[in-house]
């Protein structure tokens, strides 16, 4: 995905470290040893932290702290907490009663704070924002301390790890020239401590299944209906629970899910949790290795408004990441890492779906896997979808214009296109889907999910966005080979997405470059890092928190590091390590430490510099 953040952050907040604040439920009691009397429950336990659901449970000095009223603006969502602000003497407050796990080894209060002020001394604290827990004060801020924008706030509080306490800011003004002190997104996180680790490093659950059917509104913006997921555990670990990941929450609020999932059947449903994308189900007994089983679910999907990769653009649909899927469970435990919208937290295994779409004839349906058409009731149409080993699932709806060919090496590609976009452009993207599909496969290995379909709308805000089978875009060639390349690296090749951005954005763009003739001669000699810290291998954790710096590092200079390896490697041995690489990871998944050492043993000169050069740490 090529992206650009929805909102602009301040100066102040793309210099502070992003830390991870985490809903992970913890480990079912039945499931722990009876010897782990102090197990850590990994949880986050500030209530409504991002304000988007009223007041509750939070306690104010006054209705107008916690707030969505111009002046200011939130970090995230649309509401905020405002303190001060009044220009007299005037103290707001605002507080949580927190209980926080025992036996965790860390626990961590994170917020978004930004400071604006019409004081205009450098020296003295008129105004002043305490954070405290309990009696005992965290730290405290001041007019003193004004930034453009949030700037992201850390506290260890790993001291108060089996209590419960109160949560407290309180700002206060004097007689003159107000300060504003908004807090958005508190968090209080815990980690670490006693409780066991899966057995062993196997991702799990595997080999899923996935049934959809599905039926739309005259518009394609509602569908309802029915999934099932049958999956078996891989694992010497048995599995007790399942997590499905309703990443498109992230899109509504806990009160308004635009992904509702209700009579669970297989399981029992818990309470969603990491802001309602992730949903676990409790298994009714221990899934033991190469046991399977089958959960299912009614579904209930409303598309909000917007050009989004879940969105619609006036009568044109894209749902894309839509259908719950299941999380993955290795050695690190449960991966629930939060959304993101400057790239990907979508880490999942290759699956077998098959959707079928009940919807209106006058709207086009592309999709994910193979697609035919039969009729349905009257007016109506029934698309199914089929498709092999594939990480998710995504579909458009709407009046599409649709032009199709065949790839020389013989794939079949479709190009939808919204109103607006000229016949002209469309062959053109025609085109270059197919020349790019078959530079990519001829790289890394032949494209195996029969079609290729490209949705293109100029009022996609991210540039273009990549779906096995099924990408959107803008009308740009470097874009849609950039798209149509992560049929590999992320589809084929799969990862982290959350944790290892790089192995799919710096692999893809790289591939485009090759796709498209340029070299990356010189490309490294225009690196200046942000920090001694910053490095291709980091997470989404911290881009979120640099977002201007996401695309420079992990597009940029992942692409121009893999250049320099092929400088060093030699074109012949490059061309041969991703295609190779690809061969023995395909529909796998790849880690930054798998491919340094497959580099490394495909040359005798030592890699280690190289890494530290390139700061590819894994």
Same mark, same amino acid.
């Given at each position: 995905?090529?992206?650009?953040?929805?909102?602009?952050?301040?100066?102040?907040?793309?210099?502070?470290?992003?830390?991870?604040?985490?809903?992970?439920?913890?480990?079912?009691?039945?499931?722990?040893?009876?010897?782990?009397?102090?197990?850590? =429950?990994?949880?986050?336990?500030?209530?409504?932290?991002?304000?988007?659901?009223?007041?509750?449970?939070?306690?104010?000095?006054?209705?107008?702290?916690?707030?969505?009223?111009?002046?200011?603006?939130?970090?995230?969502?649309?509401?905020?907490?405002?303190?001060?602000?009044?220009?007299?003497? !005037?103290?707001?407050?605002?507080?949580?009663?927190?209980?926080?796990?025992?036996?965790?080894?860390?626990?961590?209060?994170?917020?978004?704070?930004?400071?604006?002020?019409?004081?205009?001394?450098?020296?003295?604290?008129?105004?002043?924002?305490?954070?405290?827990?309990?009696?005992?004060?965290?730290?405290?801020?001041?007019?003193?301390?004004?930034?453009?924008?949030?700037?992201?706030?850390?506290?260890?509080?790993?001291?108060?790890?089996?209590?419960?306490?109160?949560?407290? #800011?309180?700002?206060?003004?004097?007689?003159?020239?107000?300060?504003?002190?908004?807090?958005?997104?508190?968090?209080?996180?815990?980690?670490?401590?006693?409780?066991?680790?899966?057995?062993?490093?196997?991702?799990?659950?595997?080999?899923?299944?996935? =049934?959809?059917?599905?039926?739309?509104?005259?518009?394609?913006?509602?569908?309802?209906? !029915?999934?099932?997921?049958?999956?078996?555990?891989?694992?010497?670990?048995?599995?007790?629970?399942?997590?499905?990941?309703?990443?498109?929450?992230?899109?509504?609020?806990?009160?308004?899910?635009?992904?509702?999932?209700?009579?669970? @059947?297989?399981?029992?449903?818990?309470?969603?949790?990491?802001?309602?994308?992730?949903?676990?189900?409790?298994?009714?007994?221990?899934?033991?290795?190469?046991?399977?089983?089958?959960?299912?679910?009614?579904?209930?999907?409303?598309?909000?408004?917007?050009?989004?990769? #879940?969105?619609?653009?006036?009568?044109?649909?894209?749902? &894309?990441?839509?259908?719950?899927?299941?999380?993955?469970?290795?050695?690190?435990?449960? !991966?629930?890492?939060?959304? @993101?919208?400057?790239?990907?937290? #979508?880490?999942?295994?290759?699956?077998?779906?098959?959707?079928?779409?009940?919807?209106?004839?006058?709207?086009?349906?592309?999709?994910?896997?193979?697609?035919?058409?039969?009729?349905?009731?009257?007016?109506?149409?029934?698309?199914?979808?089929?498709?092999?080993?594939?990480?998710? #699932?995504?579909?458009?709806?709407?009046?599409?214009?649709?032009?199709?060919?065949?790839?020389?090496?013989?794939?079949?590609?479709?190009?939808?296109?919204?109103?607006?976009?000229?016949?002209?452009?469309?062959?053109?993207?025609?085109?270059?889907?197919?020349?790019?599909?078959?530079?990519?496969?001829?790289?890394?290995?032949? /494209?195996?999910?029969?079609?290729?379909?490209?949705?293109?709308?100029?009022? /996609?805000?991210? &540039?273009?966005?990549?779906?096995?089978?099924?990408?959107?875009?803008?009308?740009?060639?470097?874009?849609?080979?950039?798209?149509?390349?992560?049929?590999?690296?992320? &589809?084929?090749?799969?990862?982290?997405?959350?944790?290892?951005?790089?192995?799919?954005?710096?692999?893809?763009?790289?591939?485009?470059?090759?796709?498209?003739?340029?070299? &990356?001669?010189?490309?490294?000699?225009?690196?200046?890092?942000?920090?001694?810290?910053?490095?291709?291998?980091?997470?989404?954790?911290?881009?979120?928190?640099?977002?201007?710096?996401?695309?420079?590092?992990?597009?940029?200079?992942?692409?121009?590091?893999?250049?320099?390896?092929?400088?060093?490697?030699?074109?012949?041995?490059?061309?041969?390590?991703?295609?190779?690489?690809?061969?023995?990871?395909? /529909?796998?998944?790849?880690?930054?430490?798998?491919?340094?050492?497959?580099?490394?043993?495909?040359?005798?000169?030592?890699?280690?510099?190289?890494?530290?050069?390139?700061?590819?740490?894994?």
């Amino acid at each position: 995905m090529r992206s650009t953040p929805h909102k602009a952050l301040g100066a102040g907040a793309l210099t502070i470290a992003a830390v991870a604040a985490l809903v992970l439920p913890g480990t079912p009691a039945a499931a722990r040893p009876a010897a782990a009397p102090a197990a850590c =429950t990994p949880a986050q336990v500030v209530g409504n932290g991002g304000f988007e659901s009223g007041t509750s449970p939070w306690s104010t000095s006054s209705s107008t702290v916690i707030t969505s009223r111009s002046g200011q603006t939130a970090h995230g969502g649309g509401s905020y907490a405002w303190l001060d602000g009044v220009g007299s003497t !005037h103290t707001d407050t605002l507080s949580q009663s927190v209980s926080i796990p025992a036996g965790c080894d860390a626990a961590t209060l994170t917020f978004w704070l930004h400071i604006d002020t019409d004081e205009t001394t450098s020296s003295v604290a008129y105004d002043k924002l305490t954070a405290k827990i309990g009696s005992t004060t965290l730290a405290t801020w001041s007019n003193l301390d004004e930034n453009t924008g949030y700037v992201q706030k850390s506290v260890d509080v790993s001291a108060y790890a089996g209590q419960t306490v109160t949560l407290s #800011f309180t700002g206060t003004e004097d007689s003159s020239l107000q300060t504003s002190f908004v807090l958005d997104d508190i968090a209080l996180a815990t980690s670490g401590g006693s409780a066991p680790p899966p057995g062993d490093s196997t991702r799990t659950p595997a080999s899923p299944a996935y =049934t959809v059917n599905l039926s739309s509104d005259t518009s394609g913006t509602e569908w309802t209906g !029915h999934e099932s997921v049958a999956f078996s555990n891989a694992s010497a670990a048995a599995l007790n629970e399942v997590y499905l990941r309703l990443w498109d929450n992230y899109h509504g609020t806990c009160d308004a899910m635009p992904i509702r999932v209700t009579n669970v @059947t297989g399981g029992t449903a818990g309470a969603p949790s990491v802001d309602c994308t992730a949903l676990t189900i409790d298994l009714p007994a221990p899934l033991a290795q190469g046991q399977s089983t089958t959960i299912g679910f009614d579904l209930g999907i409303t598309v909000p408004s917007g050009a989004d990769r #879940f969105g619609h653009d006036g009568a044109y649909s894209f749902i &894309g990441n839509a259908l719950p899927v299941l999380a993955v469970r290795d050695g690190a435990g449960w !991966h629930l890492d939060p959304y @993101t919208d400057n790239g990907e937290s #979508f880490y999942s295994l290759a699956a077998d779906f098959k959707v079928t779409l009940d919807h209106p004839s006058s709207l086009l349906v592309p999709a994910t896997g193979t697609s035919t058409d039969t009729p349905g009731s009257s007016g109506r149409t029934v698309t199914t979808a089929t498709a092999s080993k594939v990480r998710d #699932f995504a579909w458009a709806a709407g009046p599409f214009t649709k032009i199709s060919g065949t790839s020389a090496a013989g794939v079949a590609v479709n190009v939808y296109s919204v109103s607006g976009i000229s016949s002209s452009s469309a062959q053109s993207m025609l085109s270059t889907a197919k020349s790019a599909v078959d530079a990519h496969a001829a790289r890394f290995g032949a /494209y195996p999910y029969g079609e290729l379909d490209a949705v293109l709308d100029n009022n /996609y805000w991210f &540039g273009g966005m990549e779906y096995p089978g099924f990408v959107l875009d803008v009308v740009s060639s470097t874009a849609l080979t950039h798209e149509i390349g992560h049929q590999w690296w992320y &589809g084929i090749v799969g990862d982290d997405e959350y944790n290892s951005p790089w192995l799919d954005e710096a692999f893809t763009d790289y591939a485009t470059d090759l796709a498209l003739g340029k070299a &990356g001669t010189n490309c490294w000699n225009s690196v200046s890092w942000a920090s001694g810290a910053e490095k291709i291998t980091d997470s989404m954790a911290y881009w979120d928190a640099h977002s201007s710096r996401y695309s420079t590092v992990v597009y940029g200079y992942g692409k121009c590091a893999l250049h320099d390896l092929r400088r060093v490697l030699g074109d012949t041995a490059m061309a041969k390590l991703l295609k190779d690489y690809a061969t023995a990871h395909w /529909y796998g998944v790849s880690t930054t430490a798998e491919f340094k050492a497959a580099a490394q043993a495909a040359t005798s000169t030592d890699l280690t510099s190289f890494w530290t050069q390139h700061r590819i740490e894994g």
